[in-house]
């Protein structure tokens, strides 16, 4: 058996702490949530244990399965989920990584929560899904202030409820969405789902929704046409008097990665519906839930980029190759730092975009400005960038990598998921030339961001000019996406000026910047502090 004898393969990463980041930690202190550091470290901990690993490898080689009818015939439109999936939904909902930053009144809770998700996150994706929702499903709930005093505190809740029963009786709710529709899909306008009042305040809805995910929750804020126009509504699964409202699923959708979650397209047929906001108002009353949404479409692709880093540069660091350990050879040590700097660069903005809703829903008015532009900004580029990160770090694995067991075929199946839920790229670039339009003060807020690096670095200086021009063209929509990643890019480099080591600033704005860079992982220019980028990147694997 001397064959078999295992050498020069690197040990299981297990047993570190995910939060043992320097990036989100710093992060997490300048968004005024460094309170939240011991939480994270004790869940950064779990995360990283083996047996947190074991329920992601789980819950997605178990999927989620439908069953539509009970043995006797009736029908239960039921979705059944391994049990590494509710576990990780428990610890999800138990560290209130859901709804309840809403009710917790200490400032910088909504930063907490993200940072939350950016670590939790990396253990598993798709769990987060309903978890999403759930967040920023109470926003939106606000609009009918009956409705959020009875469902809010559920949602709120920390209290993990599963399986389908009336929701006052329950410790803890979650919720979802049904929005699209196959003959629409983005083009919320064209639903043909209808809501015919009843006369008793609720309506009765009629139609089918095209992707519903996790159709397990206990309530769904849904879209469809009223007598005044497109309404949003809220659906329970189960009525208050504990009978099944009519929510059937015709069938979980074959998706490409998100495999541990169950996406739907459920049928409503006289399904009992509560208005949401006022008739009519439906786009502007959901809009809100879908501000965070993309929030953690940001923070969920910024938190994939980091688990595909983190096992790149450990892999590297045991891996020995052509006489020498591969993190030592300068090419290797170049794409490392340069996957350092792109997910430095990414948790850097999700984490200042969970700090400006934080200060937000506070009744910041100039933050609330900058969120309104800078969401679908980040939602943009960061998502974008996450599907090449995640395949430049398999590429450090070579063929190790290309194998499940290694965990990077999962993350670089769920990467291109959130650049295209709640939005794909070109409406989310059509949505900031809008704000450009209607709110001229968000554009004042973003200018203000990036003022505060002004004079710092001059590639970033004059990054930031040639994007006033850029802005000022006649007809911006045929350059939308250039603008967007222009402003993505800017804003960028003004956080890491500011707030990163000067290693990481030089890098990003000498090749994202300045254009001293090959648009392939691994071309930074030379003179960059390749080492001080990896060792900052990875402290918990040396």
């Not at 929005?179 to 983005?186: L, Y």
């Not at 046409?225 to 959708?253: E, H, M, Y």
Request: charged share 25%.
């Amino acid at each position: 058996m001397g064959t078999h004898e295992v050498v020069n393969q690197p040990p299981p990463l297990a047993g570190h702490d995910i939060a043992a980041d320097a990036a989100l930690l710093e992060a997490v202190e300048r968004e005024g949530a460094g309170w939240a550091a011991d939480d994270l470290h004790r869940l950064g901990k779990l995360g990283g244990g083996e047996e947190a690993q074991r329920w992601g490898d789980e819950a997605n080689r178990h999927e989620p399965r439908l069953l539509t009818h009970d043995r006797y015939g009736h029908r239960t439109d039921e979705v059944d989920f391994h049990p590494s999936w509710h576990r990780l939904m428990d610890v999800a909902v138990a560290e209130g990584l859901a709804g309840t930053p809403w009710s917790d009144p200490r400032p910088g809770a909504h930063v907490a929560r993200a940072a939350g998700l950016f670590v939790w996150g990396q253990v598993e994706a798709g769990h987060t899904c309903p978890i999403s929702m759930t967040y920023a499903v109470l926003p939106a709930l606000r609009h009918s202030p009956e409705l959020s005093a009875a469902y809010g505190p559920l949602l709120a809740s920390r209290a993990y409820d599963p399986g389908l029963r009336a929701p006052q009786t329950k410790r803890g709710l979650l919720a979802g969405m049904g929005m699209t529709e196959k003959q629409g899909g983005s083009d919320v306008r064209a639903n043909s789902t209808t809501a015919t009042p009843a006369g008793d305040g609720t309506y009765r809805l009629r139609g089918h929704k095209w992707f519903t995910s996790a159709p397990m929750c206990d309530l769904f804020l849904v879209l469809a046409r009223a007598p005044a126009g497109l309404s949003c509504f809220l659906v329970p699964r189960v009525l208050p008097d504990g009978s099944r409202n009519t929510f059937r699923i015709q069938r979980l959708k074959d998706k490409l990665g998100n495999r541990s979650n169950a996406s739907s397209e459920p049928e409503f047929e006289d399904t009992v519906a509560w208005p949401v906001g006022a008739e009519g108002d439906g786009i502007r009353t959901i809009i809100d839930m879908v501000a965070m949404t993309r929030l953690d479409c940001v923070t969920g692709s910024a938190s994939g980029m980091r688990a595909a880093l983190v096992q790149a540069v450990h892999h590297v660091r045991h891996r020995s190759a052509f006489g020498g350990p591969l993190i030592g050879k300068p090419l290797m040590r170049n794409v490392c730092a340069d996957l350092a700097v792109e997910t430095e660069a990414a948790t850097a903005l999700a984490l200042r975009l969970a700090g400006a809703v934080d200060r937000g829903v506070r009744g910041n008015a100039a933050e609330r400005a900058f969120s309104r532009l800078a969401v679908p900004i980040g939602k943009f580029w960061v998502c974008k960038r996450q599907p090449a990160v995640v395949g430049e770090a398999l590429e450090c694995l070579g063929g190790n990598g290309y194998v499940e067991d290694s965990g990077l075929p999962r993350l670089y199946r769920d990467a291109p998921l959130n650049s295209i839920w709640e939005g794909s790229g070109n409406v989310q670039a059509l949505d900031v030339l809008r704000a450009l339009r209607r709110d001229p003060g968000s554009l004042d807020a973003y200018r203000a961001e990036i003022d505060a690096a002004a004079g710092a670095d001059r590639r970033l200086d004059e990054a930031a000019a040639g994007l006033t021009a850029l802005l000022a063209a006649d007809d911006p929509e045929p350059q939308a996406r250039r603008i967007v990643e222009r402003m993505a890019l800017v804003l960028q480099g003004a956080l890491l000026v500011r707030h990163a080591p000067h290693a990481v600033a030089d890098a990003f704005c000498a090749s994202r910047l300045a254009g001293d860079w090959g648009h392939t992982f691994g071309t930074l220019p030379a003179g960059v502090d390749t080492a001080a980028l990896t060792d900052r990147a990875l402290p918990a694997a040396r």
